[in-house]
């Protein structure tokens, strides 16, 4: 495929082409919502984070008592919203999940929520945890819940009742029990293998999904399956797959007489949106995934791409070059208007549509500098979350307040990493991979 100099087209440190490429409710109900003094807030660009208390588990195993606890005090101190509190200064010991706390034992050190729990197998060999979560102000419980799951999957556990705390302190969804795809690099820099490879948001579980032997990019999650949809370089030329996460199985899907790359699902994970190659142009088609049948959405010349569905299904987001170098489009599918979003100085690419539906996340080139950022769906409200010598590729959390992307360190040894910030920019984390890691994708919240 040959670039002519007008088609600013983003190539990736690869040397091939990326192609994938509200505020919170102000308060609860009755007398929660009058005081709440353990509710946080997301979207403040500033924060205190809230402390809390989380005592190992109570039950017939110690060991997986404390790393369920140690599980859950990671994911809720990843998120910058809470203080997790040090256990040597705990004054009361609750070996009953069902005992009212003496509250004023956790105030005194400083905890303004507290997770107290129990964890043992039942007749059947499967694991149960039974938790409580209380406001240690009020003196009263929030939530409370008993959860089972498989043995070997302990670890799930824990992600649940944080996905459970989170909700109940943020009154946003947790993002905890999801999924991570990307491509894992090992090797020389100038000679990389890169596989598809599958992990826990949190770094664990990791299992790689291909072999490496052909390039891959741009994984990407159906959203109502355990499916995923990657772009793969078959003899030279990059086809698209379908693979199913569990069993390994995988197809290519359809029979372009070209070049075809950046594929993503829809809300429903029926059809698939994808860029085509035209003589050097591209264009973005979808395809029913059930009858096989192609819509075409563009017809231009130049660079059409990194196609992204609105969460309702009725519009897409992607790049073009139409006006001379990259912007962000937006797209009504069902009329066929196109409007351009992207007003600000600098190269725009990499679309991708918040799953609550209020920003389009992005990649930015200008001045030297890759950026990642946010913007609302009519483009107002630019914010510039992350900036790097090469940040790129940039996927939603399942519930739409983190981001996560990859940055590539320069010279000889450097690399990409995977890191997450949320929608503020103010808490950016490394994620920790194994090697090398590229092109991420969030799953949404497992069944």
């Known amino acids: 495929m040959s670039l002519s100099p007008r088609k600013h087209v983003l190539i990736s440190r690869r040397g091939a ?80 999940v069902n005992q009212t706390p003496r509250f004023a034992d956790w105030r005194a050190v400083g905890a303004e929520a507290l997770v107290v729990g129990r964890v043992y197998r039942v007749p059947d060999g499967r694991l149960r945890a039974d938790f409580r979560l209380w406001d240690t102000v009020l003196g009263k419980a929030i939530d409370g819940q008993g959860l089972l799951i498989q043995p070997g999957a302990w670890r799930r556990l824990s992600h649940q009742i944080a996905d459970r705390v989170y909700e109940k302190l943020t009154l946003e969804k947790g993002y905890f029990d999801t999924q991570i795809v990307f491509v894992d690099e090992t090797g020389p820099k100038n000679r990389r293998a890169k596989r598809l490879a599958i992990m826990d948001q949190d770094g664990f579980g990791f299992r790689p999904l291909t072999d490496g032997r052909e390039l891959t990019l741009t994984p990407r999650f159906n959203p109502v399956a355990q499916e995923i949809t990657f772009a793969q370089y078959v003899d030279g030329k990059p086809r698209v797959f379908l693979m199913n996460i569990d069993s390994g199985q995988r197809e290519v899907i359809g029979n372009f007489p070209s070049l075809a790359f950046a594929p993503r699902f829809s809300p429903d994970g029926q059809r698939l949106v994808l860029s085509i190659d035209e003589g050097g142009n591209a264009n973005i088609v979808e395809m029913d995934l059930r009858s096989r049948q192609m819509r075409r959405f563009t017809q231009e010349t130049g660079i059409n791409t990194g196609p992204c569905y609105a969460p309702d299904g009725r519009s897409i987001c992607f790049e073009s070059d139409r006006d001379g170098f990259q912007q962000i489009y937006v797209m009504n599918l069902q009329n066929g208007a196109i409007q351009r979003i992207s007003r600000g100085e600098g190269r725009y690419s990499t679309p991708v549509w918040s799953p609550r539906g209020d920003y389009i996340a992005f990649t930015k080139q200008q001045a030297g500098q890759f950026l990642i950022g946010i913007m609302k769906v009519d483009g107002t409200s630019e914010r510039i979350l992350s900036s790097g010598f090469h940040n790129e590729g940039p996927t939603w959390a399942p519930n739409g307040r983190v981001l996560m992307f990859f940055r590539e360190s320069q010279g000889a040894s450097g690399g990409p990493r995977l890191f997450s910030v949320d929608i503020t920019g103010y808490n950016e984390r490394n994620v920790v991979t194994p090697s090398f890691a590229s092109d991420p994708a969030w799953s949404p919240l497992r069944g």
């Open 17 to 96: 082409l990326v192609l994938a490429s509200s505020a919170l409710a102000t308060a609860a109900t009755g007398a929660f919502a009058q005081r709440a003094p353990t509710q946080v807030t997301v979207d403040e660009a500033t924060l205190r984070p809230r402390p809390i208390a989380i005592p190992e588990f109570a039950g017939d195993d110690p060991q997986l008592g404390a790393e369920l606890a140690a599980v859950m005090t990671a994911d809720l101190e990843r998120t910058g919203l809470f203080k997790p509190l040090d256990r040597a200064a705990f004054i009361e010991r609750i070996g009953d």
